[in-house]
């Protein structure tokens, strides 16, 4: 029965666009008619409804927690695992003078604690609601949100970023998601010394293909591809090409594991990838 609700919350929350959970019209215009006093337990709220967000509400430690307080505290754990994100992963990439893109921001929680260390940030995704959300819980004065389209994206400087970053997003993209994603980056990207940090998931036993998602007929496939739980592994060599295809060059490419050793088994098969415009 949990099942059927989880996909009836994803089912009126999501927008058009694949992987656009909390997209739907209707969050920014319930939150931005909520009281003040109310606003934040109620994105809080929103976002326990997405399949990417407080997803230990099973641990004993909270078995005496009300639903609010539960999600207060998992909030705090979200902003210190992504303080952990930045010093054992974005620190060496990110300078104080840097104007930085966090594209595939979510409610930003990376956002959040790389402000602090930057000139400004950009922080563009294709959910609306989860933009809403972060303009309430994760808003520092030098974070600029953005919605992943075109007209919007305008607000970027082309040319004048100079480091943009993404974590847990190209692995949820198709291959001509991921190239608009590239064709952006490689518009706002400043030519000389910019740099392009990307968290990718390489194909292994588990991780299947764009292709082997398609082609999974059976009820359980179908249904997570036609609501957009699907994420794809890919070669190294497939990363290469697209990125040679939209004009950057890789640098260098670090396995995950190395940089938060005691989770090297979970993520034995993915890496930071780093590039720069060729």
Same mark, same amino acid.
């Given at each position: 029965?949990s099942?059927?609700l989880?996909?009836i919350?994803?089912?009126v929350?999501r927008?058009?666009q !694949?992987?656009?959970f909390l ?5 920014g215009?319930y939150?931005?008619?909520?009281s !003040?006093k109310k606003r934040?337990?109620?994105a809080l709220r929103?976002?326990a409804m997405? +399949?990417h967000y407080?997803l230990?509400?099973?641990? !004993?430690?909270?078995?005496?927690m009300?639903?609010?307080e539960?999600?207060e ?5 979200l902003?210190?695992?992504r303080e952990?994100?930045?010093q054992r992963?974005?620190? !060496? ?5 840097d104007?930085v893109l966090d594209y595939g921001?979510? +409610?930003g929680?990376? &956002?959040?604690?790389?402000?602090p260390r930057v000139?400004q ?7 609306s ?10 808003? +520092?004065?030098n974070?600029t949100y ?6 919007s994206?305008?607000v970027?400087?082309? /040319? ?6 993404s974590?847990?997003v190209?692995?949820?993209l198709t291959d ?6 590239l064709e952006?980056?490689s518009r706002?990207?400043k030519?000389?010394?910019?740099k392009l940090?990307l968290?990718i998931q ?10 082997e998602?398609k082609?999974d007929?059976?009820?359980?496939g179908?249904?997570?591809y036609? =609501?957009?739980?699907h994420?794809f592994?890919?070669?190294?060599e497939?990363?290469?090409e697209l990125l040679?295809q939209?004009?950057?060059?890789v640098l260098?490419?670090?396995?995950? /594991? ?6 090297a088994?979970?993520v034995? &098969?993915?890496?930071?990838? =780093?590039?720069?415009k060729?």
């Open positions: 029965m099942k059927v989880d996909v919350k994803w089912t929350s927008g058009s !694949p992987q656009n997209g739907a019209r209707w969050i215009w939150l931005a008619r909520t !003040p934040r337990i109620k929103i976002l997405s +399949p407080f230990d509400e099973a641990n !004993p430690k909270y078995a005496n009300s639903r609010d539960y999600l505290d998992a909030f705090n754990v902003v210190d695992s952990d994100m930045y992963i974005l620190k !060496p990439y990110l300078g104080q003078d104007v921001c979510g +409610p929680f990376i &956002s959040r604690v790389v402000a000139k940030v950009y922080s563009t995704d294709i959910s609601g989860a933009l809403a959300c972060a303009r309430i819980l994760n808003n +520092p004065e974070v953005v919605l992943a389209e075109p007209e994206q305008k970027i400087p082309d /040319g004048g970023i100079d480091v943009i970053y974590f847990a190209i692995q949820h001509e998601a991921f190239a608009s994603v952006v980056c706002k990207l030519s000389e010394g910019g940090v968290h390489l194909t292994d036993d588990i991780w299947k293909t764009e292709d998602h082609a007929q059976s009820v359980q179908r249904l997570k036609g =609501i957009g739980l994420c592994g890919r070669t190294l497939r990363h290469y040679e939209h004009g950057f060059k260098d490419v670090v396995n995950l /594991g190395d940089l938060v050793p005691e989770m088994d979970e034995h &098969s993915q890496r930071m990838l =780093i590039a720069t060729a």
